[in-house]
């Protein structure tokens, strides 16, 4: 019987429900020697917080995050609030000794991220940061193919993130629903919430970026605040696209937005190799397409990979269902906890950890100071 | 707080896990009166019954399916073994009292089905087979299309389901992994297994099939038998397909297969209506394709939905993630608990039940009946 | 320099311009020993052929097709006139030592074409019929890849031809413009325009049909006739699917309509063999879907092959542009002109010739004849 | 009957095939009131030239341009040479007289182009540069629908040219094949070769460049140079790719390389507009992908519009064959000559003329400094 480990969630939001179904289904599929339970849930909101306890089974309620963290039952601190919150509850959740998993991205900055990182090598708390797109059996499966070597010397490598849902102009900023456009709680926009998926999977498949050259732009330059009730300048950037060299000498071209009408979680990625070629796409999240030109020259083509198969030739697929049927997007943060749990037993953390996330932090800093310079930008080391 | 609704399930195997997670899943996702418990998991073998019962949930175990049935503290059945067994258990479940969830295909044959349909109205007790593919969101959305009369008159409907997993002649037959090639654990072979989603799903977009016209084949026609450790005559269609003549006038095909190099689990459909046309594909089973001849003339095109949207339109979607965000095969089963539960909450029973159910077994029969006389052979009413 | 060969075509419709374009490319592109001459162009009014001739280069106008076939100076006859003239013109024509193309199909039925392949034979005068869709080079690929034994043992063969134009009840039929609508024209409705391109492709690459299983439908029963002007009943069929067993063993599904809405001419087909299965389709031509079992497991994915690759890999494309740039549907014909004249060269027949074809009337009389019985019919024999 | 309008062509390499191509077809399929006559080749080598003529039925063969260029019989000049011949056949060409129909891009750069301006605006011949995309029916279709309004404010472009033949070592550079590989006769690599097609498109469907931001990269090195025998340095840039900021407010990110394995010509654009978004792809350039706002909410989603419909509607589509029947790269000429001559009967000048790509050497000009600055870089203007 598997043994349990005690989570404690701050926040409710989309995050919190996605990451509160893994933890529940994680044992259902996954052989594993921890089961987490579902101890608290932290929310300024009394009644929200009962009301989130009561549909997902968590024990007890808090709504001050110090009291959770204090509390002797809690394992694992699970921060799933705004960008601004994950620094200070990450140190003082390490402190306590905790074990954290907090959602993406780590921290508002760089040198707010190198805390959290010192924070947590200091008091050796495992530690892991939500970017949930590695554990989609597609990008997982890319990932092997890269680390057999199938690609070759990498050419090119591009990402894109696109979303049109705040193309009106009527929508607000700020508040409980819509933070992420809200400069102060969010950090920046498209950088730092889908950008930052974008290079966390590049610096997984193709290693670190050396330098990068950006511009942002935001389209709708004023919007109502929730907060204060006024129209305010709009703090994040609506747009942001980069030129990239890795240090593998690869180039590569990112971009985000929230104004590309027709897509709304358009996350894709291609990679060029000097042997073959592999592309993904959020949308149809369970194909891989391949290109191999080792193939008969006559028969060379995409290849579109429908990415269910059993027998451990796909990952993660031997835990579901049959070939041929398709998993969704939740199922990326099961895996996650699943090998979250399988690092602590094995004692061989997950990815990315605090120090892992960092060199995302650190892009996104380049990028936002390239943008603002209208300089090449160098990347900050580890 | 929701009233528990207390589950005993027989069997343990592929649906056994499928419904499982859906039962665990609902309250979660969906606001419901009812609350299912796993009360119970029922098979021959107590130690893959504890097995289960650990792994799931379950909160006991039996290995007599009439035990089971006798118990004052179940509330609904849940029948997850082979064809074969159905009709038994569902006949002594309702005469118990009980309410029942069955497998799909209902039953063996037509007037097989015909006792359990009999047995369920007589006892009225709440019925419901488990034809998964209608609340696939694209496929319920389809429905909503038609019933709102965007496709005018049919004249077309076509559907497949396309496998590839027996055409090694290596493989056996029989047992508890291979019942669904033994002829006598259930019933045919891709005619009963695969052709019966398509006919269900049909029979609900389309009204009624007239007559049907069919030939099967079995292209492996001897296999070592898994119980007896014997070759043996391979009773099973391995493949089928027919023509049919819906009751409002439009043509048909059908088919399926194991045999088709390639594909998994390729159920696909098409109608074409006078006024526009829809498609739909289990591989990529969050897109439903769609063209409308109303449209501008020059910007007809076949539209790609990603049937994620939010606020009601997109069927059940509003109660997972966000725009752009797919979800899988296992949630079908998941809107299916949702919608029985509600059924019994406002004492509308969710469909397919066993009556509506049995309307495939007529025209499976049927078909079957033509391949063997080479005539076309008229579907028995309801 | 190449050799003149003297063309004299009888219409001058949408088969005489596809025809008329690949006469004048042919040279352009392949290197043959013969160079056809646009010599004649044969319709009954002088006005329209006076046009044609001007707009295409003919030298010469004729309003007779019985003078144009005396002709001493024309080498060979193309048919492109409705299919109730095809017989008296070519057997005519092979009486007067010519060459014939003509288009197909080739018959109104069966018998006629024996009579056509009797008088081909005993002349023994080179003839070809216009199944333009086997000089695809994605179709002739496909062709080669069965050749060389890719594909295994064939299991299903299934082929469609859908289009929608014949929806609105308020097209007339007959005439120079609609002669495809009116049977005493045409023969028959989809079963010969269109199931016979299918039923062409069929026979060439899957072998002979030996019993088929057909329903045909004719959505609107009576049309306004245009050589008439009176309402008067629609003799052919709008809409044709058939049942079929193939020598080989495999099963076949074929359905052609023109009513499918939002397809204009998607004619498809898919084969599936124990290795490897194929799939092409009209509105993208230039694409062969391929997948390969001998692939490695992990990697099995269907390939798009772009069929545009040079150095004799695609077959015809090292005549054309560079990989990646498409050519289209007009070039089926040029290729066929060219195998024809090298044909010519070499003494050994482009295919079809009139005998090749005529199996496609056999298959053609076998489902319009099952349609009417509701039987299975055989096939008859070469 | 049509005038004729004699051409003199330079070169017989790829374009001089497409192009010959073009004049041969345009009034087979278009009525217009001129009729290019193939009146001369030029080549150096007589045997080539002489070959070339009769392959294509040139009526004469030159081996000197200056002499071609002289020759009364002689309307236009059609310039297929490398793009260091450009300028000064083009301005010689200007002063005899000629019109001048010129192979992209213009010229070596803008201060060159300039001059070539200069010659034709001064000398008023008619004059054209072989933009061929622009007419590819399904990017003249978008081109209409942003001028109707149909996509609002724009606030994205993205185009790629992506390609893979110069990815192995053992390629060498230079010479008649090769020139492209040799920035003494090219002027540079994928940019003024590839990207000039993106920015040419870009800059008719989406108004100036202001500025841009580039890299560039030569993967290899050094290759063989064909002329000298010996290994030499590559001047060219192997890839590009670029950001960049619209006059419109929009902003964009182009690239090409021809090291991105799986792509032969794989040029596509997108734009996103506050309404609509369109897309578009050479390998299947016969679609356009449309998304529209204004449709209903829950039946939004991309359609796939196949570009081959009639009655005016889908431009050029009315002159080829029938809706559902794709044409291919090489009518994209036949509609460029069609314009061509349709300009000279109107006196409206078929775009772009030389002053209209002039603008993309400005772009390219400011890429290849940007490239070589690591600043942001303006595009001259008009």
Redesign the interface.
């Known amino acids: 019987?598997a043994k349990p480990l005690n989570v404690g969630m701050i926040g409710y939001g989309?995050m919190g429900?996605?990451h509160?179904?893994a933890y529940?289904?994680v044992?259902?599929f996954f052989d594993l020697e921890h089961r987490p339970v579902l101890k608290a849930i932290c929310a300024r909101s009394a009644d929200k917080a009962k009301a989130f306890a009561?549909?997902?089974g968590y024990e007890s309620v808090e709504t001050d995050w110090r009291k959770l963290i204090a509390r002797k039952d809690i394992d694992a601190i699970d921060i799933c609030v705004p960008n601004n919150f994950h620094a200070e509850i990450a140190i003082a959740a390490s402190h306590a000794g905790k074990m954290i998993l907090c959602e993406k991205p780590l921290s508002m900055n760089g040198p707010e991220g190198q805390k959290m990182v010192e924070a947590v090598e200091k008091t050796k708390v495992p530690n892991m940061v939500w970017y949930n797109y590695r554990r989609v059996p597609a990008v997982t499966?890319a990932k092997r193919l890269i680390d057999e070597g199938r690609l070759g010397r990498i050419?090119?490598y591009?990402a894109k993130f696109?979303?049109?849902?705040t193309?009106s102009a009527d929508l607000p900023q700020g508040g409980t629903a819509l933070w992420r456009l809200d400069v102060a709680a969010a950090g920046s926009g498209v950088t730092g919430d889908l950008l930052a998926h974008c290079i966390d999977t590049a610096l997984w498949l193709n290693g670190n970026v050396a330098t990068v050259?950006?511009?942002t732009?935001t389209?709708i330059r004023e919007r109502k605040h929730n907060l204060t009730g006024k129209v305010e300048k709009v703090g994040i950037d609506d747009?942001c696209?980069?030129?990239a060299?890795f240090a593998n000498g690869s180039?590569a071209?990112f971009?985000s937005?929230r104004?590309?009408?027709?897509?709304?979680?358009?996350y894709t990625f291609e990679i060029?190799?000097?042997?073959?070629?592999i592309a993904w796409d959020?949308?149809?999240?369970?194909?891989?397409q391949?290109?191999?030109?080792k193939?008969e020259?006559?028969?060379?083509?995409?290849?579109?990979?429908?990415v269910?198969?059993h027998?451990g030739?796909?990952p993660y697929m031997d835990k579901?269902?049959?070939?041929?049927?398709?998993?969704?997007?939740?199922?990326s943060f099961v895996h996650q906890v699943a090998d979250f749990l399988e690092g602590i037993a094995k004692g061989k953390p997950a990815m990315p950890d605090f120090r892992d996330a960092l060199r995302t932090q650190h892009v996104c800093d380049a990028v936002l100071n390239s943008a603002k310079t209208?300089?090449?930008s160098k990347v900050a080391g580890d």
Chains 1, 2, 3, 4 share one sequence.
Do not use: C
Request: proline share 1%; glycine share 8%; net charge neutral.
């Open positions: 019987m989309f429900r996605a509160s179904n529940i289904k044992n259902h009561e549909q997902w499966f050419f090119h591009r696109l979303q049109d849902w193309i050259n950006a511009m732009e389209f747009a696209a980069f030129l060299r180039l071209t971009e937005t104004y590309a009408r027709g897509h709304k979680a358009l060029n190799g000097e042997k073959a070629s959020l949308h149809d999240l369970h194909r891989l391949y290109f191999d030109h193939d020259g006559k028969l060379r083509g995409w290849r579109s990979i429908h269910t198969d027998g030739d796909h579901w269902w049959v070939p041929g049927l398709q998993i969704g997007y939740e199922h209208g300089q090449w």
